[in-house]
């Protein structure tokens, strides 16, 4: 089926070129960084992980997404989402192909990665990190490819794919679950160490992931004959309002344990957050902005009328995956690195080669979602299936 | 009958438990041979643990005097700004201890205290470690491998005391190549260090560096030994540890 993706218009090849330049030119990035260290990036000594680790941490969100059309479609039989599966899972697939690259470029020393393999530590998290996120690439990459070919070639879906297809739903639970436990298990960083993290790691990946899968799916519509089934489209829709809502009741729910108890430790990073702290107010514009963007999605996303008008629809989820973003990718990180075990405020803010390098990765997930998403919608057209044509005939 | 054959069975095993022990001995005299006067001569214990009178060494400069022989005896570089590396460093009370005093007696808001790794006798930084680089000695000291660490820095979000530095720049750069302790090992850049307690100092029958210029100041010794000069300094005197709430069990006490 690769073959699919060597074939299509100029403007899909002019997408696929300008994705490689980009690889290709921060990859010079990326090289000076492994010649002179991560002393390019803004971390230091207080905030030790930085841009590269909370796109990890938002990326394993949008990996484990997938499951919202997957677990509808095999658990509850909900075959509007049929003609969607295929793209939860290529989305998967791309999205942990960013994870990995993040952490690749993350860590001091790569040449060492396989040290987590040849010294096997089950006590530490990284180590059930590193196993959940490779196997949940595996499933995504052997049910969805195979379910593909056999439909290409109008075959029944062979009975071994749903047992993983059964399994990958558990398992993208897994990866987010083990993701929060990468920051929630720490003594002394408050910020992240609550039993309810990983929760609400679950539910901003819910509503962030399927919407970032919505809006390529509607620039899929756009360039290709591939039209989704609208029903499937509003329940996503419905799918994610609901995820939103409880992303931000968990997130009060944080506000109130912290502020009620009046413990400084839990109160302190919220407050350098949204008000700043000792003179320093680095991301409060930052954080209301995710405050107005993720309750001016709630706006346009609970009431029927506004999520269902497809015009409107487009904006909403964006504006939805920016306020979960500055939550996750930013807020999360440093927030948790802040105050620092001296109480005191360290400000981190990326480098513009840290930027360039995280550029770099997002290509090669944009890169590898182009070209499984080509290969989907060619199979869909060769067999008919979900066709704009289709629509209009029957209409 | 059976009272025989259990003679003969326990004779046996004797006779089998006997050889095991004389055979592995010599296997292990064979293989110490070659460091038997190195560890003649070291220092052990069963927990090792120090106590710093901060009354004695309570400012910058006595702290520095410290921070210099470490950081001399361990190759150390000399890094500004925030992506430093520090083994041992001076901090003032808020800084160092979670427990603010608004009314605090001045000697006691001026002070500094000497902040280094706790080796913790629970360390949240060797459950977190991947590849087993940063590891507990049967001794309690918290040591690296310096060539497994592959740099994720979980340890140093994992630490509680910010004990852990980064080298986020080739570290060679920043040192005197003319002074280095040619002893101990340089790092590279992408790795994580900290304190050792002196690991390779005790092997050599030696305190560690900062306790040697304290001038009394600093006792090391073994904790689970009553008898140990720790001991009987943490019985004569008040003495606190940092952040002791999050069960970490520092190892590094503070007169105050």
Same mark, same amino acid.
């Given at each position: 089926m690769l073959e699919k993706a060597l074939k299509g218009s100029p403007k899909y090849y002019t997408w696929i070129g300008f994705l490689v330049l980009i690889i290709l030119g921060a990859s010079g990035i990326y090289i000076m960084q492994l010649m002179q260290g991560l002393t390019i990036t803004g971390m230091s000594r207080d905030v030790s992980w930085g841009f590269y680790i909370a796109q990890f941490t938002y990326l394993v969100g949008v990996a484990a997404s997938g499951v919202m059309i997957v677990l509808p479609y095999y658990f509850h039989h909900y075959k509007k989402f049929k003609d969607l599966v295929i793209f939860g899972e290529f989305m998967a697939i791309g999205a942990v192909v960013m994870c990995l690259g993040f952490i690749v470029v993350d860590i001091?020393? !790569?040449?060492?990665?396989l040290n987590v393999v040849l010294y096997?530590? !089950?006590?530490?998290i990284l180590f059930w990190d590193m196993l959940v996120l490779n196997g949940y690439l595996i499933l995504n990459v052997l049910v969805g490819w195979t379910c593909l070919e056999c439909d290409r070639q109008h075959l029944p879906h062979p009975k071994w794919t749903k047992v993983l297809a059964y399994t990958s739903i558990i398992w993208a639970f897994s990866i987010h679950t083990v993701t929060a436990f990468l920051y929630q298990?720490?003594?002394?960083?408050h910020y992240w160490l609550t039993a309810i993290l990983a929760a609400r790691f679950l539910a901003s990946a819910f509503c962030s992931g399927p919407a970032i899968l919505l809006l390529v799916i509607l620039l899929t519509e756009k360039v290709t004959t591939f039209k989704a089934n609208v029903e499937g489209i509003s329940t996503l829709a419905k799918i994610i309002a609901y995820a939103m809502c409880v992303n931000v009741f968990f997130f009060l729910l944080e506000v109130f344990t912290a502020f009620y108890s009046n413990i400084p430790g839990h109160m302190l990073p919220l407050v350098y957050l949204f008000k700043g702290v000792h003179g320093h107010h680095e991301l409060v514009p930052f954080m209301w902005t995710a405050v107005a963007l993720g309750l001016g999605s709630l706006a346009l996303l609970i009431p029927p009328k506004l999520r269902d008008n497809m015009k409107l629809l487009p904006w909403s989820l964006a504006i939805l995956v920016i306020a979960t973003w500055i939550d996750k990718g930013l807020g999360l990180l440093i927030g948790g690195f802040n105050p620092n075990p001296f109480e005191e405020i360290s400000p981190y803010w990326p480098t513009g080669k840290e930027l360039i390098v995280s550029a770099m990765i997002y290509a090669l997930g944009a890169l590898v979602v182009t070209i499984l998403f080509k290969i989907a919608t060619e199979v869909k057209q060769e067999t008919g299936a979900s066709q704009k044509t289709e629509i209009s005939s029957e209409a | 009958m059976n009272h025989t054959r259990r003679n003969f069975l326990k004779f046996a095993g004797l006779t089998a438990a006997g050889l095991c022990v004389a055979s592995a001995g010599s296997v292990m005299a064979a293989a110490t041979a070659a460091t038997e006067k190195a560890s003649e001569k070291a220092l052990q214990a069963k927990r090792w643990a120090m106590v710093i009178d901060t009354k004695r060494v309570g400012t910058k400069e006595t702290i520095d005097v410290l921070a210099k022989a470490c950081h001399a005896a361990h190759n150390v570089p000399d890094i500004p700004g925030r992506q430093n590396v520090k083994w041992i460093w001076a901090a003032g009370f808020d800084e160092a201890f979670d427990?603010?005093?608004?009314?605090?007696d001045e000697s006691l808001e001026k002070r500094e205290f000497a902040l280094l790794c706790n080796h913790c006798a629970s360390p949240s930084c060797v459950r977190v470690c991947p590849t087993q680089a940063t590891y507990q000695r049967p001794d309690g000291i918290v040591a690296m491998d310096y060539h497994r660490c592959i740099g994720c820095r979980y340890c140093m979000a994992a630490c509680p005391y910010g004990s852990r530095s980064f080298?986020?720049?080739? !570290?060679r750069l920043h040192l005197d190549l003319a002074k280095l302790n040619k002893e101990f090992p340089t790092r590279m850049r992408g790795v994580v260090e900290k304190c050792n307690f002196c690991v390779e100092r005790l092997a050599k029958g030696k305190i560690p560096a900062c306790v040697e210029v304290s001038q009394g100041a600093l006792v090391f010794g073994d904790l689970s030994d009553p008898a140990s000069e720790v001991r009987k300094v943490l019985r004569e005197h008040y003495t606190i540890r940092r952040k002791p709430a999050l069960g970490t069990e520092p190892s590094v006490y503070y007169i105050i």
């Open positions: 001091g020393q !790569p040449q060492r990665m096997p530590t !089950p006590n530490s298990g720490l003594p002394g960083r | 427990q603010p005093n608004n009314f605090m080298n986020f720049m080739e !570290p």
